[in-house]
């Protein structure tokens, strides 16, 4: 049996683009497309079935936004497979987004200029909303469903003797700033999405610590500036068409403007190729692009400036404990920065952050 590899939002973008290149390098893989919508997913079927008519591709009907989606979506991949080799955690959403036009202009002429093409930071705002569990959507779609399934998918990730890759689409736009411990769902903040990105980093560090000893190693990677349907909802489409000359001409000063989904999936295709025990559970590995369009990938430290170790655990807690404290789906327990979702009655997940 070939390697079982499973892509979150992989019917566009990067997740798409990865998707090509696996099957390019390995036409044994078993792919199997994470996906909410299944239109879009059974076309992204056909386009890698054109270009690799022996693939074994098939398609999983996954809502990353939804527990309920989450837990069904894993229980047939258990299912259907014996094995998971890969999980790349891609899926993402930037809904609703804002840009500060005062700050772009001011960032312009400081000497912080290409730093703030690289990572938007300052530039950005979202509007968040609330998916039907009650929780933040950035952070439901981001990270925490992405959290559930890794957690769900335990039986085929740590098999003895074997090991697999859990390999999160981060960005560098996750910025610490953008962070609350108190408030991990950034209810109260404009950038939930660069919120999001921070603590998937740190999650994945906490996932190292917590699995790298049953054989399942974590990874964030920073696909860099990549035009797909979430960069074109940034702007509207006349002002890309004007400005993409620039981001051309840009390409030459900062290695961070991958800008097609291709080269935006280098490290993610890299990961693919390494042995995860040789990997640095510290690093973010970026993909890059240099001004003359050569492909690479370079490990940083992920900067987590000894702030915070963001551990995730998923346990049954005591029903007593929920119905005394519980107030509908969500509900803050205890003075500590503990998070708990009710999921009907039985299905409860616990964030705990650890100083
Ligand atoms: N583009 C860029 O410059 C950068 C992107 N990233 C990250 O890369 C990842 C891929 O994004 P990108 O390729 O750019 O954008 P796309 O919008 O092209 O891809 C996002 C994918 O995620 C899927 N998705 C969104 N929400 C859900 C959900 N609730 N459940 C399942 N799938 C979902 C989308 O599905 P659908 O088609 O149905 O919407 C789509 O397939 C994201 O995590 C993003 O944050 C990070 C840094 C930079
Ligand atoms: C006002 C315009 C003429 C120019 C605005 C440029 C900005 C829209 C872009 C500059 C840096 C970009 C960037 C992203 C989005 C678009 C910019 C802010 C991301 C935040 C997109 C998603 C990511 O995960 C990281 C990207 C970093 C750089």
Known sequence: MGKVVLVTGANSGIGLALCERLLSHDAQLQLCLGCRNMQRAEAAKHALLVSHPKAQVSIIQLDVSSVHSVLRAAQEIRHRYNRLDYLYLNAGIMPNPHVDYKAFYKGLFSGRAIHMFSTGEGLLTQKDTLTSDGLQKVFATNLFGHFLL??????????????????????SNAQRSAFCLDDIQHKGGVEPYSSSKYASDLLSLALNRRYNSQGVYSSVICPGLVMTNLTYGILPSFLWTLIMPLMWLLRMFTNTFTLMPYNGAEALFWLFMQKPETLDPLAKYHSLTSGLGNNYTQPRKVSTDNYVILTLCLQKISPDLLNSSSQGDISLLFDEPYLICKYEGYFYAQIKLES
Request: hydrophobic share 30%.
């Open 150 to 171: 890794v957690r769900e998918l335990e039986p085929l990730l740590c098999r003895p003797g074997c090991s697999s890759q859990v390999i999160w689409t981060s960005s």
